[in-house]
């Protein structure tokens, strides 16, 4: 099997975005260096920093602080996050200060895995369904669709496809990613910075609720104490599920680069297995610190279901705990597949 084949496939614009100048430094009279030409780093690396003082200034103490954390100038990246960190100097000389600031990126230091899948049933979905979102609770299938005048919450038996509850959204709605936590249905719209809560059992919408600093609504999936969000990037937000506000974020990242266009998301034994929009594959994510651990390939199961016009990507993803295997499906697919998954 061909490692960087489906890596190709699923990862396509993956790239390395080096972030090595000093920009906003050309006031000051410090330059934060680090010990990578590129300031790129794996995360099993050992960062180094230092200043460059051209004005021979006597300085009387430096202060260095990652991601706001004070840290000596040499540390281990291990336990931070992946992604683009920015770091601060504070220099302080002839009672006088200046700060200084450097990005670097982190990489993960392995290449994902990569896993495939066994059908296991094949059951049906509605065909006109753009689907979203995806997700079991008590045995049953809760679905969100999107596309203007077409966005829907779907309860279904996904045996048999029979739909026990449906609400469609507003025509100015494009429904997307749902998740389901303390009895409410969370459920995101795409570009207008607005989600609703609803009731679980009744489908009573309770209240709604504002995006923060993600600018759109993509995916959701909860580890029962805290919602994930994803917003078309490379970033994962957490939302305090009381407030619905955004406390962090991580960012996706593999050995090479970033991976954007993270969509719909499911937790799954302390992992998150993400759609990424157009490569009808998942990535496997450690929630921590963003790393990709491993990636599935489902691209033939698109030539599995009806054929026709309006057919597109695979984009759904669901664990039901009653029977312990993911399904998957995807947007106007006929088809809804119980997998698997082979870790090789």
């Known amino acids: 099997m061909n490692i960087y084949k489906y890596l190709t496939i699923m990862f396509l614009s993956t790239l390395i975005i080096a972030c090595g100048s000093n920009s906003g430094q050309k006031n000051n009279d410090f330059i934060l260096k680090t010990n990578s030409k590129n300031n790129t780093f794996s995360i099993n690396d050992v960062l180094t920093l230092s200043i460059e003082n051209p004005k021979s200034h006597t300085i009387d103490s430096i202060t260095y602080s990652l991601e706001g954390k004070k840290i ?6 291990a336990a931070f996050k992946l992604g683009k960190l920015t770091m601060e100097a504070k220099i302080f000389y002839n009672n006088e200060h200046q700060t200084v600031t450097q990005n670097i990126i982190i990489l993960n230091n392995e290449v994902p895995k ?26 049953t299938l809760y679905e969100s669709t999107g596309q203007y005048k077409e966005s829907k919450l779907r309860k279904v038996n996904y045996k048999t496809g029979e739909v026990y509850k449906n609400i469609n959204l507003a025509d100015e709605y494009f429904g ?11 459920q995101l ?3 207008k910075g607005i989600g ?5 059992n009744t489908f009573e919408k309770l209240n709604s609720f504002k995006y923060g600093n993600s600018k759109e609504g993509w995916g959701l999936c ?8 994803s917003d078309g990037t490379e970033n994962i937000w957490t939302l305090n599920p009381k407030t619905l506000t955004e406390q962090d974020y991580i960012q996706v990242y593999t050995n090479k680069g970033k991976i954007t266009d993270i969509n719909e998301m499911e937790w799954i034994d302390d992992e998150i297995y993400a759609n990424r929009y157009q490569k009808d594959g998942v990535a496997i994510i450690n929630p921590k610190n963003g790393a990709v651990i491993a990636v599935i390939d489902f691209s033939p199961l698109k030539k599995l279901v009806t054929q026709h016009a309006a057919l597109d990507v695979l984009n759904g993803i669901a664990y039901n705990p009653k029977t312990k295997t993911i399904f998957v499906t995807g947007k106007r697919w006929d088809k809804l597949f119980e997998v698997e998954i082979i870790e090789n």
């Open 72 to 77: 000596q100038n040499s540390i281990p990246l």
């Open 114 to 139: 990569i896993y495939t899948y066994k059908i296991l049933n094949e059951y049906p979905h509605d065909i006109t369904s753009y689907t979203q979102g995806l997700e079991f609770f008590n045995d």
């Open 176 to 186: 997307e990613g749902l998740t389901i936590l303390n009895d409410k249905i969370y």
């Open 189 to 191: 719209t795409w570009r």
């Open 196 to 200: 609703f809560v609803y009731d679980v």
């Open 222 to 229: 909860n580890d029962n104490h805290v919602i994930y969000k």
